[in-house]
């Protein structure tokens, strides 16, 4: 029988502004911003369609959070769970060949302020609304006036406040994180980590906030697309080749044993897709319709690396 304990979501990181930590060649998509839109209205209702009711964006994904919100009230489906985060902006304005940091952090309460007034939009259908990539650095999580206003939209619209962290030390952020208490309560009640086959540094911790019935959302399960066989990776191609061989037995491409692999091993409650086409999407959702053995999970389990050298390679990923 088929355990269906994690549901597929869809994420927009890649579907709102032209470049994006692509690692594959797309000379063939045309990068304007109308062409965007329409193909972000056309995932976002295919993938509805195939059965996903979770979407997720950002203040900074260029206009991701614009074409969710239009998606949405324009077709009102009222099964849907939207999330969103605050704390980047996106400065490349559209601009092909940026120069600079596509996107800058600042978890201040004025730039919660700021884009909270654009995510509240997403209401009804917004249930979720995170702090983007969370860091000790960043000060956020200890941060009285920003924790304050969190507590205050939680209660005021009745949506679970979250976070989302990256980065080498993802396990004490969310450790630290889970312990924030504002008002005599638990603040965060949703978190968004990187968890694939390479980095399951996040497992201990992800389940134990499982078992308190906490949400725990999948990002960045293909790696950003470096599970899947690429040139510019050859210290992963034995890692290929078992991808390969599991999911010829099951007759699904590799990026759906990938994600099955996350699935099936840490039991969250979504893991997100962050297909760019109907192809892609497709192909991610037969995850859906397999189960892994014990012995091939366990056949995967073994390529994990460590977070110190997972990080600096995803770091060095290029906008294009
Ligand atoms: N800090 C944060 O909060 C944060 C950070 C990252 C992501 N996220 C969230 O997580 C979502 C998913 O993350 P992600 O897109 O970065 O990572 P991902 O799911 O690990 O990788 C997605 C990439 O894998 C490749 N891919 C997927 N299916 C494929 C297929 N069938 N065949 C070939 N290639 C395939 C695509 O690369 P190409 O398009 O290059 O071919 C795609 O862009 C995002 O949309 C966002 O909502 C949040």
């Known amino acids: 029988m088929k355990s269906h304990v994690t549901r597929i979501g869809l994420g927009l990181a890649a579907l709102g502004r032209p470049?994006?930590?692509?690692?594959?060649?797309?000379?063939?998509?045309?990068?304007?911003?109308?062409?965007?839109?329409?193909r972000a209205m056309d995932l976002l209702?295919?993938?509805?369609?195939?059965?996903?009711?979770?979407?997720?964006?950002?203040?900074?994904y260029g206009k991701g959070e614009q074409f969710l919100k239009?998606?949405?009230?324009?077709?009102?489906?009222?099964?849907v769970r939207l999330s969103s985060k605050w704390g980047y902006t996106y400065k490349a304005n559209w601009e092909i060949g940026y120069n600079g940091p596509h996107e800058v952090k600042e978890h201040s309460l004025s730039k919660l302020q700021e884009q909270w007034s654009g995510a509240k939009e997403l209401l009804p259908g917004?249930?979720?609304?995170?702090?983007?990539?969370?860091?000790?650095?960043?000060?956020?999580?200890?941060?009285?006036?920003?924790?304050?206003?969190?507590l205050r939209i939680k209660k005021t619209f009745?949506?679970?406040?979250?976070?989302?962290?990256?980065?080498?030390?993802?396990?004490?952020?969310?450790?630290?994180?889970?312990?924030?208490?504002?008002?005599?309560?638990?603040?965060?009640?949703?978190?968004?980590?990187?968890?694939?086959?390479?980095?399951?540094?996040?497992?201990?911790?992800l389940r134990k906030l499982l078992e308190k019935g906490k949400v725990v959302i999948i990002k960045e399960a293909l790696a950003n697309g470096r599970l899947l066989r690429n040139s510019n990776y050859p210290?992963?191609?034995?890692?290929y080749k078992q991808l390969d061989e599991i999911a010829s037995d099951h007759g699904v491409g590799p990026d759906a044993i990938a994600l099955r692999y996350v699935m099936d091993r840490l039991q969250?409650?979504?893991?997100?897709?962050?297909?760019s086409t109907r192809k892609q999407l497709d192909s991610n959702l037969k995850a859906l319709s397999i189960e892994?053995?014990?012995?091939?999970?366990?056949?995967?389990?073994?390529?994990?690396?460590?977070?110190?050298?997972?990080?600096?390679?995803?770091?060095?990923?290029?906008w294009n």
Request: charged share 25%; aromatic share 10%.
């Open 158 to 205: 009745g949506i679970q406040i979250g976070l989302s962290v990256s980065g080498a030390n993802q396990k004490e952020v969310i450790s630290a994180a889970s312990k924030v208490a504002v008002g005599g309560e638990e603040l965060f009640e949703s978190f968004q980590v990187t968890y694939n086959i390479l980095d399951e540094s996040t497992h201990e911790v």
């Open 235 to 239: 210290q992963y191609e034995s890692l």
């Open 45 to 60: 209702e295919f993938g509805y369609l195939r059965g996903i009711r979770d979407f997720d964006t950002a203040a900074s």
């Open 70 to 79: 239009e998606w949405y009230q324009d077709t009102r489906y009222p099964d």
């Open 268 to 275: 969250a409650n979504l893991v997100l897709s962050g297909a």
């Open 126 to 150: 917004l249930k979720i609304y995170q702090i983007h990539s969370a860091t000790f650095e960043s000060g956020v999580l200890e941060n009285k006036e920003v924790l304050d206003e969190l």
């Open 292 to 318: 892994l053995s014990e012995e091939e999970i366990t056949s995967l389990k073994g390529f994990h690396i460590q977070p110190e050298i997972y990080w600096p390679e995803r770091k060095q990923l290029s």
């Open 19 to 38: 470049e994006y930590i692509n690692i594959r060649e797309h000379a063939d998509v045309d990068k304007a911003e109308k062409s965007y839109r329409l």
